[in-house]
């Protein structure tokens, strides 16, 4: 049995047919001021996280995360019955706790029904608690509302004895705008996954997961200089910038170089790359020096170095 987490539109018609099927069993509980779903047309919208489980090829599950300011709606959380008792609400709900903490959004708050009883049970599971009314929502019969913290992901180690399948392809995305623009290129382009398993064997290679069992949403590799910490191939996934992960992985490379006992974090970037360049200053970084490749008779890469 293969069981998949992936974001995918809910217009595809096997996945309306699960929304259709959620809204049709909603409507027999309650009356229709009472049903909050959102159609699929407010799914499509661009504050809305949409995913679907998929059970060998099947969808068989929904769910969507509503990005709100300070926190984010749990909404659309269905299983159809016949495939229920898989691990696809499980899997689902997971995903929407990983993927509010990736985006810095402190708190998971939902609207569901009394007569939900399986819901709820799920959400308790979950560490979901009943608070009060939120948002636009009333305190009415017909609604529970339930809340749950969400802490940021924690960095994780990579051993070596992990697929690096997924770190390189990160790091493809992440520098592939990079082609073109940097002389000379990046040596990404020699990278191979031995060389990512030397560096999980020899130095530390660290990676943020957007949930169990997914590819890495952010990565860097740290190498201990003596006197520096080295922060090298850091890269954050286009799909999930803007949410607070190079800043996370940064302040973890901070940690690391104090648990080492060493007294800075030392990086470089191309000398083409000026915003790059703006945002390790935002970050603490400053200038130190600019150097060339072998063979280039002016400066290719700039030096930043940030003290613990």
Not at 39 to 52: K, P, R
Not at 118 to 142: M, N, Q, S
Request: aromatic letters at 6%.
């Amino acid at each position: 049995m293969q069981l998949d987490i992936v974001s995918e539109s809910p217009r595809q018609p096997e996945v309306t047919a699960l929304l259709q099927a959620s809204h049709a069993y909603l409507q027999s509980l309650y009356d229709p001021e009472d049903n909050h779903f959102l159609s699929v047309d407010a799914l499509c919208a661009a504050d809305i996280l949409f995913f679907v489980a998929r059970l060998d090829g099947t969808a068989v599950g929904t769910a969507a995360l509503a990005l709100r300011d300070g926190y984010a709606e749990v909404k659309s959380m269905y299983v159809d019955p016949a495939s229920r008792g898989r691990g696809a609400a499980k899997a689902l709900m997971e995903r929407l706790i990983g993927e509010a903490g990736l985006r810095g959004l402190p708190m998971l708050k939902l609207e569901t029904g009394p007569k939900n009883i399986d819901a709820i049970a799920l959400y308790a599971r979950h560490g979901f608690e009943v608070c009060g009314a939120f948002g636009a929502y009333h305190a009415v019969p017909a609604s529970v509302f339930m809340e749950r913290a969400v802490s940021m992901p924690a960095p994780r180690r990579v051993l070596p004895t992990e697929d690096m399948s997924g770190v390189l392809g990160l790091l493809h995305q992440a520098f592939a705008y990079m082609d073109g623009v940097i002389d000379p290129p990046s040596s990404l382009h020699r990278m191979a996954l031995h060389d990512l398993k030397r560096d999980a064997e020899g130095n530390e290679l660290w990676v943020i997961d957007a949930g169990p069992g997914s590819t890495p949403v952010a990565c860097m590799i740290l190498t201990d200089k003596g006197n520096t910490l080295y922060l090298g191939k850091m890269a954050v996934a286009d799909s999930h910038r803007g949410q607070g992960l190079g800043r996370l992985m940064i302040a973890h490379a901070a940690a690391r170089a104090q648990a080492l006992g060493v007294p800075s974090i030392t990086l470089q970037t191309r000398v083409e790359l000026e915003a790059n360049h703006e945002t390790f200053r935002r970050f603490g970084f400053e200038e130190i020096g600019r150097t060339a490749h072998e063979g280039y008779d002016r400066p290719t890469s700039v030096t930043f170095r940030m003290g613990v």
